[in-house]
């Protein structure tokens, strides 16, 4: 399957007002992702992966704050149909207030993962002691059109990291992040 990507030098990119981080800690994200499950139950989110070229040589596109990388996405509220989420939370994190979400070209999805514990790591399987995990993350691939004026809160920075700083690199970038160098490899890139 042939994916179009876009000259990273395509793309502006400018600065809003910074985002409010919910936790200082992983430890106290963690319980507050237990405190919600306990009100909520299982957790959705959902990020996108989003692919440029530089020299003609595929990017993704990471925001990193503070020592933390991440992908644009986020936590679905309960009943929040997956794409329509995503779509908000791409406004959020990545675009002008006034971007409209039907804008968004959402492709398919690239894996699901499970949180089987209040715990960081991830797993691409369900481990066969869980009965139930507490968070599931799908990610699906995002395409950019050829030219987008990004919008990234002050306290963000949007990094285009290559595909091999990112393959195998768990201890830098974490288990999911570091799967989409294989994730993607079902695709040929054409660079635009």
Known sequence: ??????????????LKAASKEKDNTITARLQRMRERYDEEGQRRTVDAVIVVHQHSHPHVLILQQGGTFRLPGGK????????ECLKRKLCTKLSQPDYQTSKWEIGEPLSKWYRPNFEALMYPYIPPHVTKSKEV????????????????????KLLAVPLFEL???????GSVIASLPSLLSKFQFQCE
């Open 76 to 83: 679905c509220k309960p009943g929040e149909d997956e794409l």
């Open 167 to 173: 393959y195998e690199n768990t201890k830098r970038y």
């Open 1 to 14: 399957m042939a994916v179009v990507l876009h000259n990273i030098e395509n793309f502006n990119i400018g």
């Open 137 to 156: 993350k799908k990610l699906y691939l995002v395409q950019l059109p050829p030219k987008f004026n990004f919008a990234i809160p002050r306290n963000s």
